[in-house]
């Protein structure tokens, strides 16, 4: 369960500091899949760092062209996740690759979890993951693995920042409906 | 093809029954617990025989285990490990995740149901009271004959009046939208959302993603069985028509309050279809009070706003994979009727129900946190569900309503959690495997 009935003000950026490990200890809220990470001023989000397996980097590459082509094709099809923004890094390290896999979405990650799995399969999200060392070869059927997964590899923020804090997508979008409304209704005024 | 002949009955039909009583019970030794199992798994309905037989019959027994309870029965370590996590820890462990707090929460639930030593229950419906009355003499004296087996509580159930068609203490007309399993030589209704594959309310068949997942060991036990989430929720009637009379004037309008809240009016018909005015035709009609869905024939909610009963449990077009999150649903309700008009009397009447389903994280867990407790759920930012949603009277509830919106702030608490537990319901097969643990091969 989320806790979002709180209603900060839009108009006034926030920053929070996070506990290390990312939990503040006193009120640790639990999900299905285990712990949540609480909500920031940047709402919720994940940041995944991963090892990728070694020579495995065209994949990375040719999945960015698939999914560039899912989301366009289907421009609903993360809907659900209620994302913001995502972004997919590989960076060098000691001359191994790793992955990094970012999101900013308006919901705890644990509430989705299975239609995340679900979205993985139906766009071709998944290669990416299976190109990732340890990753569960039974993942498909085994959402729990999945998620322990995402969670062994989270790195939490100790730091997060919201120009708008706490604001949703849908909102954001809903704002931009009625501005074009407006705007519509000015110009049927002339 | 789904094996009718092992499938306990209740997984796929409905009792004709007025009457019930659930028994909560413990093992003190898992010797005696199994000769309990023996005889009385002689009583149990597989789905095929149910059917066969249904005309005649006049009484139709459950049984199902805790996770515990296969432990107390002998169920080795290697193979209790293999099952879900969830299922592991019990619903107790869960209340958070479920919503289960304050007044909500395990210590206050009245049946035992919170105890780790609750091992079994005997779900038993009865076509009327007399025959409730004979099988309990006999269960009686089968509990007699084993000591070793303790009865933690009981609950009798009872229909509510008038009894032609199946309603809640609150008057709301029940069992309209069930999901209907591929191969079960059932037909859904229109709106009912289609086949949905066997796997995802038994175990050992193909879901809707695939295969299905791997069965708890060994196969003998889990094939043909699933998990089920009891809940006893108390219906505060006495609260309920207050709270109708504090906001409708005359009795139309209190009848609007209560479809408002519950997105169909009290004689089952759907607000989408009936939005101004009841329509009990409508209502009583399984070909029509089920056809309807939310995303292009109400999506603001001025028909069924966003928030209701119905929206949560099956938001229907307004969701994703839907088909991954459908649940069978069985009980009855429980304790008497409070006449209209009468105050309320301080009795606990409400229902005590069943969620069947493959996967309690994925489907039972999924439905409570997200839909029933989540706060934000539609965007509506301080809202639970306004029926079965853990209230505590600081929540809000939004009408949508042309040119501005009615919003209830305070809204009470309607219902309460008395007790809970999961169990596993295992085939017919599995309960024969369980009663003859540790009995040499032969």
New interface residues.
């Given amino acids: ?5 709180k ?1 900060p003000d839009w108009s006034k950026p926030a920053a929070m500091a996070l506990p290390k490990g990312g939990y503040f200890p006193n009120r640790v ?5 285990g712990p949540i990470f609480p909500k920031t001023p940047a709402n919720y989000g994940f940041t995944i760092i991963a090892k990728i397996i070694p020579g495995r980097e065209p994949a990375f590459y040719e999945y960015a062209q698939r999914i560039e082509k899912a989301v366009a094709d289907a421009p609903d099809c993360l ?2 996740l209620k994302l913001h923004y995502l972004r997919w890094v590989l960076f060098p390290i000691k001359g191994e690759t790793y992955f990094m896999y970012q999101g900013i979405f308006d919901t705890d990650f644990d ?2 979890t ?2 995340a799995v ?1 979205i993985f ?1 139906s766009t071709g999200l998944r290669t990416v993951f299976e190109n990732l060392e340890g990753f569960p070869e ?1 993942w ?5 693995a999945f998620a322990r997964f995402v969670r062994e590899h989270q790195c939490p923020s100790f730091l997060e920042y919201g120009e708008y804090p706490f604001v ?1 997508a ?2 954001i979008k809903k704002a931009l409906a009625l501005k074009a409304s407006f705007s519509t209704m000015l110009d049927q005024m002339q | 093809m789904l094996d009718f002949d092992d499938i306990q009955h209740i997984l796929l039909t409905r009792a004709p029954a007025l009457n019930g009583r659930y028994v909560f019970v413990s093992f003190r030794d898992a010797e005696g617990g199994r000769a309990w199992l023996s005889t009385l798994l002689e009583t149990v309905h597989s789905a095929r025989a149910m059917r066969e037989s249904v005309a005649r019959d006049r009484r139709w027994v459950t049984l199902a285990f805790t996770w515990n309870g296969l432990r107390a029965l002998g169920v080795d370590e290697a193979s209790l490990a293999t099952f879900p996590d969830e299922f592991k820890q019990g619903m107790v462990a869960r209340a958070e995740i479920l919503g289960d707090t304050g007044e909500n929460h395990p210590e206050h639930w009245v049946d035992g149901t919170a105890s780790p030593e609750l091992h079994a229950i005997v779900i038993l419906f009865a076509r009327d009271a007399e025959e409730r009355a004979r099988c309990v003499a006999q269960h009686d004296e089968l509990l007699a004959r084993h000591e070793s087996v303790r009865v933690l509580s009981t609950l009798d159930l009872e229909a509510t009046p008038p009894f032609d068609y199946a309603h809640d203490h609150f008057g709301y007309r029940d069992r309209l939208s069930q999901p209907v399993i591929e191969g079960s030589g059932d037909v859904p209704t229109p709106g009912s959302g289609g086949f949905i594959k066997a796997g995802e309310f038994i175990l050992g068949y193909p879901d809707e993603s695939g295969p299905g997942p791997a069965l708890p060991q060994p196969e003998i036990l889990s094939r043909n069985g699933t998990f089920m989430a009891y809940r006893r929720l108390e219906e505060h009637v006495g609260r309920f028509r207050s709270f109708l009379r504090e906001h409708g004037q005359t009795p139309e309008e209190q009848e609007l309050v209560a479809a408002k809240l519950m997105g169909r009016w009290r004689s089952g018909a759907p607000l989408v279809l009936a939005p101004e005015r009841d329509d009990p035709a409508l209502g009583a009609d399984p070909q029509r009070n089920n056809d309807f869905g939310y995303k292009e024939q109400d999506p603001h909610g001025y028909a069924v706003p966003l928030g209701t009963h119905i929206r949560r449990m099956n938001p229907r077009d307004t969701a994703a994979n839907m088909s991954r999150r459908r649940m069978i649903r069985r009980g009855a309700t429980y304790g008497p009727p409070l006449p209209e008009g009468a105050p309320d009397d301080g009795v606990e009447r409400g229902i005590a129900a069943f969620v069947i389903c493959a996967s309690l994280i994925r489907q039972f867990e999924f439905a409570q946190s997200v839909w029933v407790n989540d706060k934000n759920f539609h965007e509506l930012g301080n809202e639970r569900d306004p029926i079965i949603g853990n209230q505590d009277g600081t929540l809000e509830y939004k009408i949508p309503k042309r040119p501005i919106r009615k919003k209830i702030t305070g809204l009470p608490a309607f219902t309460s959690v008395r007790g809970g537990a999961y169990f596993f319901l295992p085939g017919l097969r599995a309960l024969r495997w369980l009663a003859a643990l540790g009995r040499a091969p032969s």
């Fill in positions: 369960m989320s806790n979002t009935s209603k809220e639990q999900g299905r899949y809907a659900v509430k989705y299975e239609d679900a399969t039974d498909q059927t085994n959402p729990a949703s849908d909102e």
